[in-house]
C-alpha cells in the first residue's frame, strides 16, 4: 500500500503562488510517475502535471509556464510551484503515484483563486 499526504493549498489572489507537496510513504517501487490533478464539483477531472522517477516532466495545456514540478526521490516527495495563478485554477488538487504495483490518490487539497 502506499500513503499520500498533501499540503500547501489554499486561498490566494489572482497573480499569486502557492507551493503543493506530496509525500508518499508505503511500498513505493523506484520506478513511478507522481504528480497532480485536479478537480472541481461537477467538473471532469484535469490532468496537471506529473514528473517521472528520472525527472521528466509533462504539463496539461492549462498551465504550462506557470507550474513547475519537480520531485526529491530521497523523500519520496513531488511538488508543485503554482505561479500566475487565475481564478480558474480554483479545484481540488489530487497527488497522484502511479507505479507497476498500482495507482494511487491522496485525498486532494483546496485551492481557491480570488479575483
Known amino acids: 500500500q502506499v500513503q499520500l499526504v498533501e499540503s500547501g493549498g489554499g486561498l490566494v489572489q489572482a497573480g499569486g503562488s502557492l507551493r503543493l507537496s506530496c509525500a508518499a510513504s508505503?511500498?513505493?517501487?523506484?520506478?513511478?510517475?507522481m504528480g497532480w490533478y485536479r478537480q472541481a464539483p461537477g467538473k471532469q477531472r484535469e490532468f496537471v502535471a506529473t514528473v517521472s522517477s528520472s525527472g521528466n516532466p509533462n504539463y496539461g495545456d492549462s498551465v504550462k509556464g506557470r507550474f513547475t514540478i519537480s520531485r526529491d526521490n530521497a523523500k519520496n516527495t513531488v511538488y508543485l510551484q503554482m505561479s500566475s495563478l487565475k481564478p480558474e485554477d480554483t479545484d481540488v488538487y489530487y497527488c497522484?503515484?502511479?507505479?507497476?504495483?498500482?495507482?494511487?490518490w491522496g485525498q486532494g487539497t483546496q485551492v481557491t483563486v480570488s479575483s
Open positions: 508505503g511500498s513505493i517501487h523506484s520506478i513511478n510517475l
Open positions: 497522484v503515484l502511479f507505479q507497476a504495483k498500482g495507482n494511487y
